[in-house]
């Protein structure tokens, strides 16, 4: 073994997650689970039946095809098409993941190479880092600021260079609940085009945005060719234990990401797969329903969480809310949050793990609100007391 670290130096510091440690202190503790994004209740019922009923017709218990079950691509397609007005072949532009986590990671193996370097939004999604840093790329971070943590598109311009390879953009943004304006996908689109860049496109919470529109970036001219616009089923349909997850992108391009997809989990989620073809041709009640039922619970814990002292910015989009704990007389949001479960019986995330400049994130800490009415109201008022 030699002198050398076992583990790839690509991956140094990238060990355990953070909601792997405040989840394990959850059950440890017996507190109220706010930081991982997972809802306590099921999807639809007639979802859940269906996977049932693909078990006991033998659909999907053996190796599904490589590119996902035909049905779902369809659906998939067919979901671009209905809400936003995008048109792409099932066979040859839909590709089907283990959600959007390896989707992510397909698409930054595929398409980087060291040295590339890839602009992202910080606070990261977690897996952003780790999957640039398994491609040999360099992350150069484009930093969102409370309390409104919109893009700096000058600065994004400017941070353009030789080497940059790839935008990574998550809208809804994850952890902060951001959502891009249309002028700001319109000046972002314009950045790839002007500098020949490709982008990839993490929109999982799609149909979870409460103030503003989601438009995906791929819809917008100059960009069909250049955008891997990923998403899944799991935020949507509370399932997200299923992992399914999807890929949208010209012939090309998800042939690339196809190429590494396969030599990653190959395929999984068979019976899951046909279930969520039907989970996306439930009618435009559910996504309104299912949208107005979380922007409820979002306003529910938000109150709260003010009443506690927390300063508070609402987000626009996603399952979770970004705080501020300075006014609470706290300087550190991960020693906050490892002493929180014992102080208050609720668990919560430290934002400043997803930063490069963990200053700019020192005081910040989410909550999921993703849960039931009374278990927010339980949290709330554990805060409080």
């Not at 306590?40 to 033998?58: C, F, K």
């Not at 066979?91 to 989707?103: M, P, R, S």
């Not at 430290?350 to 999921?368: E, I, L």
Request: with cysteine; aromatic share 8%.
């Amino acid at each position: 073994m030699r002198d050398r670290p076992l583990l790839n130096r690509r991956l140094d510091g990238l060990g355990t997650t953070i909601f792997a440690e405040m989840s394990a202190l959850a059950l440890s503790t017996g507190a109220i689970n706010l930081g991982q994004g997972f809802p306590d209740t099921d999807g639809p019922e007639s979802v859940r039946e269906a996977a049932v009923r693909a078990l006991r017709d033998g659909r999907g218990n053996q190796y599904p095809p490589g590119p996902g079950v035909p049905e779902l691509r369809r659906a998939v397609a067919d979901h671009q098409r209905r809400f936003y007005g995008l048109d792409f072949d099932p066979d040859t532009e839909v590709l089907v993941t283990a959600g959007a986590t390896e989707a992510i990671a397909a698409a930054m193996l595929a398409l980087l190479e060291p040295g590339d370097e890839v602009i992202a939004f910080e606070p990261f999604y977690d897996s952003y880092a780790a999957c640039i840093a398994m491609a040999g790329a360099v992350r150069v971070p484009l930093t969102l600021r409370a309390p409104d943590f919109r893009p700096d598109l000058d600065a994004l311009r400017a941070a353009v260079t030789p080497r940059t390879r790839l935008l990574l953009l998550n809208s809804p943004h994850n952890p902060t609940g951001m959502v891009l304006t249309p002028a700001e996908l319109t000046e972002i689109a314009a950045i790839a085009v002007d500098h020949d860049l490709l982008v990839v496109t993490d929109e999982v919470y799609e149909h979870l945005v409460f103030d503003g529109v989601h438009t995906p970036l791929i819809s917008l001219p100059g960009m069909r060719d250049r955008t891997v616009s990923i998403s899944s089923a799991g935020k949507t349909f509370s399932f997200t234990g299923w992992k399914v997850g999807w890929v949208t992108a010209s012939a090309p391009l998800l042939a690339a990401v196809r190429t590494t997809k396969q030599f990653l989990t190959y395929v999984a989620s068979g019976p899951f797969q046909y279930a969520i073809a039907e989970a996306l041709r439930l009618p435009d009640a559910y996504f309104t329903a299912f949208r107005d039922d979380l922007q409820t619970k979002r306003d529910l814990l938000a109150d709260g969480l003010t009443a506690a002292g927390f300063e508070v910015y609402r987000p626009q989009g996603t399952y979770f809310i970004t705080t501020d704990i300075a006014a609470l007389g706290e300087k550190d949001a991960l020693t906050f949050c490892r002493a929180l479960p014992e102080r208050c019986g609720v668990v919560a995330v430290p934002n400043s793990v997803f930063y490069d400049h963990p200053t700019a994130g020192r005081t910040q800490v989410r909550f999921a609100f993703c849960k039931r009415q009374d278990v927010l109201k339980e949290a709330a008022a554990r805060l409080h007391g």
